[in-house]
């Protein structure tokens, strides 16, 4: 099953048909809220609003484990997350979705960013974050949507909530980042470990401040864009949870996550953590 996690902008599908709200508890707390079980053309999915249903948590409120841990425990196996980004590049423009390959993580680690610690170690490998099957797959369906989408990029990852200062934006351009978000950080990463293949789709919402020809960036200008992403979001998700089984089954992540990356012996762990490290390490 699909998990579709919705982003700034994202919140809310016009045209997701819900069925049931789902439990958020899990042992890392509450996930956001807004989790529910729904449909996108015909095929059920696990739907999350990352930010809660009205938009109330900053990116460094969010409990990405939570949401994680809720969308396994749920059944997902694979995740298409959507969000709203800034661009670091003349070519990559706001209302283009940018599919990236690679992050640099410059959050300031205020969020929990693992599932291990506290008596379980585990080291988890993230030189291919995003999943090339999911990818490669996208870009074959998209091709006739009326926007332009690009593929293969770099992403940065900031704690926010503010926007970038001039310098700042210049530095992160000198990294080789394409685009610049709040959220994708440790989400990408928990992902990975939960063993479930990532997807990333994200939306332009504009230069962030790096454009000297351009002002600044303002909310009112990021939301307006983000109410005309909002439609072509949804017309990839249509298309992305009817890939073909076979791809799909191709993109498994399993075997990538905490399944083969335990230093710890299982039975030193206490019964609760071996309880809910059986969730996240089944297939």
Not at 217 to 229: A, D, G, I, L, S
Not at 252 to 277: D, F, S, V
């Amino acid at each position: 099953m699909w998990a579709v996690i919705g982003g700034s902008g994202f919140e809310k599908f016009g045209e997701f048909e819900a069925i049931a709200d789902l439990d958020r508890k899990t042992p890392f707390g509450l996930c956001s809220e807004g989790l529910k079980r729904g449909k996108i053309a015909g095929v059920e999915v696990i739907f999350l609003p990352r930010h809660g249903y009205h938009h109330n948590l900053l990116p460094s409120e969010i409990n990405y484990a939570a949401n994680i841990f809720a969308l396994k425990k749920h059944g997902a196996k694979q995740v298409v997350a959507f969000s709203a980004v800034g661009s670091l590049q003349e070519e990559l423009k706001p209302g283009d979705m940018v599919v990236p390959s690679q992050y640099i993580d410059r959050s300031k680690g205020l969020r929990r960013s693992t599932f291990s610690g506290f008596g379980m170690v585990a080291h988890v490998s993230l030189a291919e974050p995003v999943s090339k099957p999911l990818v490669a797959a996208l870009k074959s369906v998209v091709h006739d949507l009326p926007m332009h989408s690009h593929f293969y990029k770099v992403a940065l990852v900031v704690e926010g909530p503010y926007f970038s200062s001039k310098a700042e934006s210049h530095s992160y351009r000198t990294l080789g980042a394409d685009i610049i978000g709040m959220t994708a950080f440790p989400e990408y990463a928990l992902a990975r470990e939960a063993g479930m293949a990532f997807l990333p789709c994200s939306f332009v919402t504009d230069y962030d401040c790096w454009k000297e020809d351009i002002p600044h960036v303002t909310v009112n200008e990021v939301m307006e864009t983000m109410k005309r992403n909002n439609a072509k979001a949804f017309e990839v998700a249509k298309r992305v949870v009817h890939f073909p089984t076979n791809v799909v089954a191709g993109a498994n992540a399993i075997e990538l996550g905490l399944k083969n990356a335990l230093m710890t012996p299982i039975e030193q762990m206490n019964p609760e953590m071996q309880e809910w490290l059986a969730v996240l390490t089944r297939p």
